[in-house]
Every structure is written in structure tokens, then in C-alpha cells.
């Protein structure tokens, strides 16, 4: 297995700084999607008729966020590679359907599923599987 050019103690504290980075920042990031969530699905920020899609584009794109982020963060508790990639793919499924939002700090929301990531591919290289 190729070192990845770390000391043993550096990258053990590397991967318990992404842990807690990823464990932070995805609670933080899930808390607030759920409470926005719940805000538009039983309050009445959308007006009297509740929430409505005009076009099937903006259901996807509900769908990928929030929904999909909201899924793969809750999944990346327990499985990281799963829902890391399931983050990044919603989000990038929500890009292509929202070009406008690629230029803004929208990215953003998917740092946790980067840290999460990260933490997986340095805990394969540090202690393999076999």
C-alpha cells in the first residue's frame, strides 16, 4: 500500500480532523436543511395554497436539494461513501438543472460531504481492508 506521504501520527490526527469536521459541519448543515424544510413544507411562508411546483424542473430540483442532500448527510453518519457521493451527486444534478446557482457560494453546502469523503479514502489508506 503507497504511503501517502505522512507520518503515522499526522495522518491519524488528519483523520480525526476530518471526522470532526465532517461530523460538525454535516449537523450543522443537516439541522438547518431540516428546519428550512419542515419551515416551507407546514408553515405558510409559500402563501395560503401551500407549497406548488409550476414545472417538473423545479420538482427535480427540490428533489435534489433539498431532499438528496438531506439524504446522503443523514447517511454519511453511518456509511460516508454513500452518502458523501449522494451529496455531491444531488448537488450536482441541482446545478445542472440551476446553472445560476454556480457562481454563488452555493457549492458550499457540499464541503460536509468533501470532509466526509475524506475522512473514508484517508481511513482506507491509513488502516486497509482486506
Not at 503515522?8 to 448543515?29: F, H, K, P, Q
Request: aromatic letters at 12%; a positive charge; hydrophobic letters at 55%.
Amino acid at each position: 500500500m503507497p504511503s501517502i506521504g505522512l507520518p503515522m501520527n499526522d495522518r491519524s490526527s488528519s483523520l480525526r480532523l476530518l471526522r470532526g469536521l465532517a461530523l460538525i459541519s454535516g449537523s450543522l448543515v443537516l439541522a438547518f436543511l431540516l428546519w428550512m424544510l419542515v419551515g416551507h413544507l407546514v408553515g405558510n411562508a409559500n402563501g395560503p395554497q401551500g407549497m406548488r411546483f409550476s414545472s417538473a424542473s423545479e420538482r427535480a430540483a427540490f428533489l435534489f436539494f433539498p431532499v438528496c442532500t438531506i439524504v446522503g448527510l443523514a447517511l454519511a453518519y453511518r456509511w460516508e461513501l454513500p452518502g458523501g457521493v449522494l451529496v455531491l451527486i444531488s448537488l450536482a444534478g441541482l446545478f445542472a438543472l440551476r446553472p445560476d446557482l454556480l457562481p454563488t457560494a452555493f457549492w458550499l453546502w457540499g464541503l460536509p460531504a468533501v470532509f466526509y469523503l475524506g475522512h473514508w479514502w484517508l481511513g482506507r489508506r491509513i488502516a486497509p481492508h482486506t
